[in-house]
């Protein structure tokens, strides 16, 4: 894998737009002076007011008292620095604030500086010993250098806190998506890049204080014939209407697909394909305040590895769920030519079982599942001779033990294929009873599995609405009390008020329309 970026030495029209534009977005660093003095207030504004640290300007905010700092903190959750005196309202006020924010607030960023003007009220050692405090200075010995330097330390500390803080973040997001990315839900891929996108920006500290929106930049990945962006940060983030993304976007793809770099790529941007057996599956971008160092570079190259493998392994999951969704489509097929009185009784089945699956509880995407391998139920009548499946009269008792075989057939034509464990599940087990006595087994509603619960009361709501050959069929509200009759003997009482709730709602409505359209046509 190659990564690219621009170099410090091109052409310096490159960095033109990249001067004070961009420099007004870097946040300043909060500094809150917490004091009852006036002067106080005004002589730290004075001695900090050309005060700067990684670029970043201070923004001072002032309480008089501790219950004032209560109402800032309240109001500001960035604050870097707190300078508190001990004493106030009263003589422990800056110490009891202190206790509040660690202890009440749970906040441990926020570096604390206690400065004291009556040191003998709030002993040095006792407050270092006793209270989570960072520095400790007598107001007498603080001279404008001296403030500098504590408010510098403090704010490199503050920073670096926050660059562990959104590393751990970032690895945290990574850790969650990734189980769901293996899980093909879509919506995870672009929670799996977003997480990437803060690792990285965590670790190579190019947010300065973890404040992403220092940072542009985004992460794509090539679909077929285009280009998809999976998460993206700071004005980058949104690409719909943004000119700017546009222009990157085709710049950037320029760069991996044809090794092209346009000089008009911001200084010190960087581009790192993810490459998987020599093959470009997208990029990550990202454009920095600052210049990314050698060891940044490689830490990138190795999260853009891992998205790389991670992607990969998502499209051959993605390439096996498609071969089992046509296999369930082809085999779901062949059972509809074989038996075509019944028209599109399959795919309404499949409609059917997956709204009912979610009303009794289940998820999206076990209902998903659920409604897929329905289309199955019925795949062992291909091999029951056209006589006894197509005919337009009652079947006579030998003729319906024939039939009756269709749900062993269906489950040995489908258990040779793990893949289709739920859909044989289905087959065998659609006729049996749940009070027992069903075929082909008998067994009963402990041993029943949900899926075929499901599926036994749908089968049977669609052939009683159906037209067949044989009859005409039936309204709706005469197929439910023909459904209630038999809850908790054939059916599964559940199942059976579950679809009654949807019809009611008008859940069933499209597949009732397409069931009428296909009696008219």
Not at 27 to 35: E, G
Request: hydrophobic share 40%; glycine share 6%.
């Amino acid at each position: 894998m190659k990564l690219i970026r621009t170099s410090n030495h091109e052409d310096q029209s490159r960095s033109s737009d990249k001067s004070d534009g961009n420099k007004s977005r870097l946040a300043p660093w909060k500094v809150l002076v917490v004091d009852d003095e006036p002067d106080i207030h005004m002589l730290t504004r004075l001695n900090l007011r050309d005060f700067s640290f990684a670029n970043r300007p201070l923004e001072i905010l002032s309480a008089n008292s501790a219950a004032e700092a209560k109402q800032v903190l309240a109001a500001h959750d960035d604050i870097a620095v707190a300078l508190v005196d001990v004493v106030m309202e009263t003589d422990d006020a800056g110490l009891l604030l202190v206790s509040y924010l660690r202890n009440e607030l749970k906040n441990n960023m926020i570096r604390v500086i206690i400065r004291t003007g009556q040191p003998g009220v709030a002993p040095e050692r006792f407050v270092i010993d006793n209270f989570d405090i960072d520095d400790y200075k007598d107001k007498t010995e603080l001279t404008v250098q001296k403030l500098y330097t504590a408010v510098r330390s403090a704010l490199k500390s503050y920073r670096d806190l926050k660059s562990i803080e959104l590393n751990r973040v970032g690895l945290e997001n990574i850790l969650a998506a990734t189980p769901d990315l293996f899980r093909m839900q879509s919506e995870t891929l672009e929670e799996f890049f977003r997480g990437v996108l803060t690792q990285i920006i965590a670790l190579c500290n190019l947010g300065s204080s973890g404040l992403i929106t220092t940072v542009d930049g985004f992460v794509t990945t090539f679909e077929e014939n285009e280009i998809r962006v999976q998460a993206g940060t700071g004005d980058l983030a949104q690409p719909k209407n943004n000119a700017r993304f546009d222009a990157v976007l085709k710049m950037c793809s320029e760069v991996v697909l044809h090794h092209i770099t346009p000089p008009q790529l911001r200084q010190e941007s960087v581009v790192v394909p993810l490459v998987a057996n020599d093959q470009p599956l997208g990029f990550i971008y990202l454009e920095s305040e600052f210049p990314i160092s050698e060891l940044d570079r490689k830490l990138i190259m190795i999260f853009a590895n891992q998205c790389a493998a991670a992607l990969q392994n998502l499209r051959l999951h993605i390439s096996l769920e498609e071969s089992y969704k046509h296999a369930i489509d082809m085999l779901a097929l062949v059972a509809e030519y074989k038996d075509r009185t019944t028209g599109s009784h399959i795919n309404r089945i499949a409609g059917y079982s997956r709204l009912l699956a979610v009303e009794m509880g289940m998820t999206n995407e076990v209902a998903e599942k659920i409604g897929m391998a329905s289309r199955l139920h019925d795949v062992g009548k291909v091999a029951i001779p056209d006589s006894v499946l197509c005919k337009p009269g009652p079947l006579t008792e030998e003729e319906f033990e024939l039939m009756k075989k269709h749900t062993e057939i269906g489950a040995v034509i489908l258990e040779r294929d793990p893949a289709m464990a739920l859909a044989r599940e289905i087959a065998l087990n659609h006729h049996e009873r749940f009070s027992g006595g069903g075929y082909p087994s008998g067994i009963q509603a402990e041993q029943l599995p949900l899926s075929s619960r499901i599926v036994s009361v749908v089968d049977v709501f669609d052939a009683l609405v159906s037209r067949r050959p044989y009859k005409t069929g039936w309204s709706v509200e005469r197929a439910l009390e023909e459904l209630r009759n038999e809850s908790g003997k054939r059916f599964d009482p559940n199942a059976v008020a579950g679809l009654e709730q949807l019809y009611r709602r008008g859940a069933l409505d499209a597949l009732l329309a397409q069931c009428a359209q296909e009696a008219i046509g």
